[in-house]
């Protein structure tokens, strides 16, 4: 199920680097990952309620936030980001809109399947590979 919103590649690049140290690596950095997107949310809604919108600050936060979802593998979330940054460059405030939120659906309902994921690891009680 998780394929289909994942890089699996990357995941599985994330997962190699947990060991009997660290063997919660992956749910750590998918911690942080979330952790840092809500401040970017944050900072994206307040830049999208100001007039005028400063477009190119958007495109800047939404920049670091494709990236923070490309380092987890998070291809369909991504992918919104993309539009969203089509639609700044456009200097469109409306696509922005919508854009932002397909990105913030996107990034819930990865939400949900990597707590799944991550519950069934417990549950499991051992390391599984993606």
């Not at 919508?98 to 819930?108: L, T």
Request: hydrophobic share 35%.
């Amino acid at each position: 199920m998780l394929q289909q919103f994942l890089d699996s590649q990357q995941f599985v690049q994330l997962e190699d680097l947990e060991d009997d140290a660290n063997p919660n690596f992956v749910e750590e950095i998918v911690t942080l990952f979330y952790k840092d997107s809500s401040r970017l949310f944050q900072k994206i809604e307040q830049t999208m309620q100001s007039r005028p919108i400063d477009f190119g600050k958007l495109d800047d936060y939404m920049h670091q936030f494709k990236g923070s979802s490309s380092s987890i593998g998070a291809i369909k979330v991504k992918n919104e980001c993309s539009q969203f940054k089509e639609f700044c460059l456009a200097g469109n405030a409306e696509g922005c809109f919508w854009a932002y939120q397909r990105v913030k659906q996107e990034h819930h309902t990865l939400r949900i399947q990597l707590e799944s994921y991550f519950q069934l690891r417990k549950q499991a009680g051992l390391v599984r590979r993606f």
